[in-house]
T-cell receptor, first 111, second 113 residues
Framework: EPEVTQTPSHQVTQMGQEVILRCVPISNHLYFYWYRQILGQKVEFLVSFYNNEISEKSEIFDDQFSVERPDGSNFTLKIRSTKLEDSAMYFC?????????FGPGTRLTVT | TQLLEQSPQFLSIQEGENLTVYCNSSSVFSSLQWYRQEPGEGPVLLVTVVTGGEVKKLKRLTFQFGDARKDSSLHITAAQPGDTGLYLCAGARYGGATNKLIFGTGTLLAVQP
């Protein structure tokens, strides 16, 4: 069964460093999303992407964040200068219409 | 700010019991999805409901979308220890620019053998 994959599973970085989180969505899906979940809190929407552009972003998704679909399969989230409060699980999701399928997540730890 | 409130937050029951989890909002959703999440893993999709009043069954799990598409429920019949986990509802806002999901507060279910 097709699934969303994410790499790395765990990323540790120092404050101020750039990180790139990678995702491979399900191949025939057209809508891509990033969400995050701070430990013990709700899953929060960050950004949605369709037709090679951002279709919606949340207040969290400021100038330090960017997304890219560099080729036909990968979807990346870049954080330019990480802060301690960026520590969280980051989930990629993809959908064809309503049903969103989530990847296993990348645990980002900023020290 | 839209909120999806789930109740109860925590539920501990014995194997074989029935239970219902509720997901309520004052907002209308175009679709509502139920997920199950294990610690340290991504949410796993259980079901999507789209039509007001819709009922879907997945083995011992029954999902219902309210007529006004503001609320939903998950009913589990004869719970088993394998049902233990965090259950999340998530809705896509009606008339929204995208199908971004707003997640509920979660219900942590523990089924004792």
């Amino acid at each position: 069964e097709p699934e969303v994959t994410q790499t790395p599973s765990h990323q540790v970085t120092q404050m101020g460093q750039e990180v790139i989180l990678r995702c491979v969505p399900i191949s025939n899906h057209l809508y891509f999303y990033w969400y995050r979940q701070i430990l013990g809190q709700k899953v929060e929407f960050l950004v949605s992407f369709y037709n090679n552009e951002i279709s919606e972003k949340s207040e969290i998704f400021d100038d330090q964040f960017s997304v890219e679909r560099p080729d036909g399969s990968n979807f990346t989230l870049k954080i330019r200068s990480t802060k301690l409060e960026d520590s969280a699980m980051y989930f990629c999701a993809s959908s064809s219409v309503y049903e969103q399928y989530f990847g296993p997540g990348t645990r980002l730890t900023v020290t | 700010t839209q909120l999806l409130e789930q109740s109860p937050q925590f539920l501990s029951i014995q194997e074989g019991e029935n239970l219902t989890v509720y997901c309520n909002s004052s907002s209308v959703f175009s679709s509502l999805q139920w997920y199950r999440q294990e610690p340290g893993e991504g949410p796993v999709l259980l079901v999507t409901v789209v039509t007001g009043g819709e009922v879907k069954k997945l083995k011992r799990l029954t999902f219902q979308f309210g007529d006004a598409r503001k609320d939903s429920s998950l009913h589990i019949t004869a719970a088993q220890p394998g049902d233990t986990g965090l259950y999340l509802c998530a809705g896509a806002r009606y008339g929204g620019a995208t199908n971004k999901l707003i997640f509920g507060t979660g219900t942590l279910l523990a089924v004792q053998p």
